[in-house]
């Protein structure tokens, strides 16, 4: 082939530089920790010894245990095309070895807690590959917006992710703490310890890139953070607060139920004091970086409880 001729050849990606030297020392000690800390939820957990307790519960408690559970798979599982997305765009960023590998563990720490989530379900009655509310059809799918994730850099999109982290890594806690069941508390510990790295490592990028942002980015990534949390988090995620009333009441109900059953589940209303009480935990942290979070108007103005709200 001619010279000229391969210089048309634009290869995509061009792989070159491939990145062999580290940048992020503190980055490249959580994939040792990933390492260390791997687990897998086919042998790590009892799933005969989770049937078999479970077999005797009311076939209502049941069944609002395999909804919520499911619920928790496909919430994981949103995580992924997320991850997807960002090792893509690290690789074509030819952005350093460290935080390739940090989202590679990333996606694969994801899957294993939406596998164990789905078995959860399974042990509990069937765990529901689609939601049987319409409603709830549409929430998840807006769970990842990777047009809203492309208008901000690479770093700060990831600063804005591991801020839900950190929200969804409290509400994480106290279903570990309601899990009365040991393989369920053993599979909610598991996943907790996955998700503490994934909240060091938002901590890493607000040392490392917060205060590189303009006052226009930090604005954006603090409106960013308050858009997603009342358009999908909010809408059954996180919390039923912006169901519509039907489906509020009827899933709030089934949550309610698990929770009481010690399925691994919180309480509606408690979900709301835990993401209010983040909150504050939030925007302390990104204060000394002068990021404005705003109001969130549905939980953090007056409340009426989610079940009386019928
Ligand atoms: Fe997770
Ligand atoms: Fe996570």
Redesign the pocket.
Known sequence: MEASMLEETVQNPNPYPVVGELHYPDIWQLCTQARDLAWDADKDIDWAELARETADLPAEVRAAGAEWWSLRAWMEHG?TPYGAERLSQAIYEHQPFEIKQHVANFIM??LRHHEASFRIADALGGYQPSPSSDYFKLVIPRFHNEQEERRMSFYAGMAVNTLF?QLSGELLTARYKNAGYKQIRKACELILR??AR?VQFGRILMRRFFESLSDEEKEQLGQKFAKKLRGSLLNGVYAVVNLPKDERSRSARARALAAEYKLGATHPDEEVDIIVEALVQIRKDVEPYNVPIPQIPEIEGERVSTLAAE
């Open positions: 995580a720490e994801e982290e996955d998700e994934h």
